[in-house]
């Protein structure tokens, strides 16, 4: 199965466009490649695409000032949807960083051509909005989880979503993630392994 047809499986089970429906927008997804520590998108700039992650993990973080170190915010990766969601909807400057982790391919639409699918194709106009519940989904969990979860549950938690995320980035973005220090996770991940 080739990534096009991934991507079209994908979508089908996500949001039900119908197979016409996803050959009329299939021209407008583009392949593109990043290389470890390449940018799906920087701080100060406008998210101008949609990506739908084929290979590879990515982290969204920011720069604190204050602490004068990079936060984690989010991971994504294989068969997830990468974007900054309010730089993409309102077209203006995003507050953060989107990096590969590691070499990567994407699909990726433009947040044009994606709102020219919208208004002639119903199925892909419910693509957008199961997106946009997708996209507050994730940034509520990820509030609930800070205000309510231990560093070890969210410890536990990353590992459901991202099975093998120790094997691929250094512990000390998953620390970040957490917002603990190192040898803190190291004892997390020795009492987990007893």
């Known amino acids: ?9 994908f979508i089908l089970n996500f949001a039900a466009v119908s197979p016409a429906d996803f050959e009329i927008g299939l021209p407008y997804w583009k392949s593109r490649t ?17 990506g739908f992650i084929s290979k590879g993990i990515f982290r969204i973080y920011y720069f604190d000032e204050d602490a004068g170190h990079e936060r984690n915010l989010f991971f994504f990766s294989e068969n997830q949807f990468i974007v900054s969601f309010r730089s993409f909807i309102h077209q203006h400057a995003c507050q953060y960083f989107i990096e590969a982790m590691e070499d990567a391919e994407i699909l990726s639409i433009q947040y044009t051509d994606l709102q020219a699918l919208y208004k002639p194709h119903s199925s892909w106009e419910r693509f957008g909005r199961l997106l946009a519940e997708l996209f507050f989904e994730y940034s509520q969990s990820r509030v609930e989880e800070l205000l309510f979860f ?29 917002g603990i220090k190192t040898p803190s996770l190291s004892r997390i991940r020795k009492r987990l392994a007893q």
């Open 34 to 50: 990043l290389k470890k520590g390449e940018y799906f998108n920087m701080q100060n700039l406008v998210c101008t695409d949609l």
């Open 1 to 9: 199965m080739n990534k096009y047809e991934h991507l079209e499986e």
């Open 150 to 178: 231990t560093h070890e549950q969210r410890y536990v938690k990353l590992l459901k979503d991202h099975p093998n995320i120790v094997e691929r980035i250094p512990l000390y973005h998953i620390s970040s993630f957490l």
